[in-house]
């Protein structure tokens, strides 16, 4: 089955620094790629994702990569804000009817 | 803003003892699951149910755990003779579309422990 492994798992940035964070996945097959944010005490809310048949996505200050050929995915948020630290994991899926296989989370701290 | 809701947000409980975690998914959404964070680790997939069966489980999903749409609203996890190692957050997701290719959402999550 799919294995999705992350790195950094923690992560501290200076406010108005760039941070980056990355994924690989080991399932061929899998052709959607969310990234959740996980605030303290909540559950994870998507904030971008990907799919197979395009290399890169932005959304205001967050943008995510994908390189099929090495399995790997990269979450880039710029310009981070206090309000950006939280807990991110990314996942990876076939789209259909398969359930989401999330990495183990990185915890983004920014410094004010 | 819909959103899902998981209650209770805690339960303290001692091991070898019935717990039933309750959710309610997104009105419209036809896709529901479960997942799990143990402290520290990643979020683990558990089981997805659609049309009122399961459609798919992990491994972890074995005859101690059940799931259920009681009615209309509500999808509820039962864990049977709780074990220490089922000390977790569960997190209840539903979709409006197959969960591979569109957006979870999901719930904030019931802190189960097991004493």
């Known amino acids: 089955g799919e294995n999705v492994e992350q790195h950094p798992s923690t992560l501290s940035v200076q406010e108005g620094d760039s941070a980056v964070i990355k994924c690989t996945y080991s399932?061929?097959?899998?052709?959607?790629f969310p990234w959740y944010k996980q605030e303290l005490g909540k559950g994870p809310q998507l904030i971008i994702d990907?799919?197979?048949?395009?290399g890169e996505k932005k959304d205001q200050r967050i943008a995510v990569t994908l390189n099929k050929t090495a399995k790997h995915f990269s979450l880039h948020i710029t310009e981070t804000q206090p309000e950006d630290s939280a807990v991110y994991f990314c996942a990876a899926s076939q789209s259909g009817n398969t359930p989401l296989v999330f990495g183990k989370g990185t915890r983004l701290s920014v410094i004010a | 803003e819909p959103e899902v809701t998981q209650t209770p947000s805690h339960q303290v409980t001692q091991m070898g003892q019935e717990v039933i975690l309750r959710c309610v998914p997104i009105?419209?959404?036809?896709?529901f699951y479960w997942y799990r964070q143990i402290l520290g680790q990643k979020v683990e997939f558990l089981v997805s149910?659609?049309?009122?069966?399961?459609?798919?489980k992990s491994e972890i999903f074995d005859d101690q755990f059940s799931v259920e749409r009681p009615d209309g609203s509500n999808f509820t996890l039962k864990i049977r003779s709780t074990k220490l190692e089922d000390s977790a957050m569960y997190f209840c997701?539903?979709?409006?579309?197959?969960?591979?290719?569109?957006?979870?959402?999901f719930g904030e999550g019931s802190r189960l422990t097991v004493l």
């Open positions: 990907i799919r197979s048949n395009v």
């Open positions: 997701a539903s979709s409006g579309t197959s969960g591979g290719a569109g957006e979870l959402f």
């Open positions: 149910f659609y049309n009122n069966e399961i459609s798919e």
């Open positions: 399932d061929s097959a899998s052709n959607y």
């Open positions: 009105s419209n959404h036809l896709y």
